[in-house]
């Protein structure tokens, strides 16, 4: 460590800053260790670093870099991710866990020697705005510059919050190392480790490169906050934040929806204002309404499918200089070129398989792509068109509607308004998702994730579920809950266009403000045809016919009562469910049967519904 990094940690004033980075320098055996501030001069060098080791190369337009991760490194592993529990703890089925002791001296075993040659950063952040109640101090280790750098796209700043800690432990830190690397890209992936320590408020990450797996301050910190906020009796969410504007008010939403199922689209809409696309922490304030912040400051967004026509603003900035990182798309000629972008790709290039060319297979004999599905962007919130004044409010926005999306082709109507808190929380709890290539492994399987957050709940869904229902009875007004899906199909043909969800968001809207009138079916509240058809008109001048309505918002249920039964067997082996939770499972049933009676048909068209 030179002078300058000793006298930076020195400023802090901080003992257990010093002694962890102390001790992963000495485990890690970097060459170098460097520690950051927040100044523009260090962030600028961290930007040199990752274009000097080539973790990141320059394209053609000013700011823009490609990042590529290694072949088998492209989503989260939630398999060689645990949680890191006492011998003998079992969380939930679904939640992978590590015996705490043996997993500690496993990782660190393998931590041993891993930065040899590399140089060691060492930064602070601000989980949330600065000077906030919301917010959360957290310390990044990494041999990865792209990762820092990642990092100061995405996060605040949070040098300066460190010191005003005072010398506590209470901050989150995280140890990652890309380790050894092989044309750029992590060679042992088969050593890859993502350990989330609870008891240390710490995770190491080990053998990765792709952010989801690599950046302590999303899915990891995600975790560690979790926990935090079952403590603490706050709701820390995977979801976005983002103000929706009609009749020159601005109501402010969270969404949650799993990975690919339109969560950054949604709120990066013309026309609206984003706060954030990923993680919200959800306080009750003095008024007694919820009230949320963005922990985060920038998007780590998913690119295929960002074209003119469908995501004009987003693809306005990424054909516009600025500071992005583009990962794992396709280059030739020092540009970015990925899949579903409007126009058609070159036939060969550099990407995730490194030289490409069409029609090149893998080891496995499959088709590499041009671009992976999972191919993202990385860019900062403010500087966008459509950023809200109130992206860095150290109160937070008050939040009036939330949006549970799932993504099925045959079950849920586009958009509905769930009867009462308790039972939009039965609704997140239920969401269900066709996988993506977010994750690693097969994709389009259907699967059950409760508010989203499944892949980072660290407690078990009994409790989880209690403290959602808890928090709404602590709010004078608890915000209006509604489920999205825009995925719906017939015979493999989509019923909706991508832009639509601007009117189901109109019409949320307008529900919050008593403005619609709605029709009441056995899973919640739908729109009235003559409703939406002037929201078409007006937000998408387009014509929406009864028979795109009445397909839509018919009421399936069959298909609903499918889903029951499937969510109910996923419940039942969970210890603690509230009974307020089973009731509404219970009920919801109850009605979806007597509805199929009274119609006499398991398909009720929503002009019929009384
Ligand atoms: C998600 O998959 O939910 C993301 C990207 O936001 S990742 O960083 O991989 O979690
Ligand atoms: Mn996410």
Redesign the pocket.
Known sequence: MDKKSSSILEELNNRHVLSIVEKYAELCKPAKVTVLTDSEDDTEYVRKLALENNEESNLALEGHTIHFDGYNDQ??DKLNTKILVPEGTVISKYINTGERESCLEEVHSLMSGIMKGKEMLVRFFCLGPKNSKFSISAMQITDSAYVAHSESILYRPGFEQFKTLNGSDKFFYFVHSAGELENNVTKNVDKRRIYVDMAGDRVFTINNQ????S?GL??LALRLAIKKSHQEDWLCE?MFIMGAKRKGRTTYFTGAF???CG?TSTAMLPGQTIIGD?IAYIKLGDDRMAYAVNVEQGI?G?IEDINPKDDPMIYEVLTTPGEIIFSNVLVKDNLPYWLGMGKELPGSGENFSGRWYKGKTDAKGNTIPAAHK?A?YTIRIKGLPNTDPRLDDPDGVPVSGMIYGGRDSDTSPPVLESLSWPHGVFIGSAIESETTA??LGKTGVRKHNPM?NL?FLVIPFGRYIERHLKFGKSLETPPKIFATNYFLKDNGRWLNGMLDKKVWLMWMEGRIHGEFEAINTPVGRIPKYEDLKALFREHLDKEYSKEDYGQQFSIRTDKLLERLDRIEEIFKEEEDIPDEFTNELTSQRERLVKAKEKYKKAVISPFEIE
């Open positions: 989503g989260r792709y952010a989801g797996n950046m999303k899915k995977h799993p990975s690919g969560k990923d780590f998913i999972n993202r977010t994750t989203a892949d």
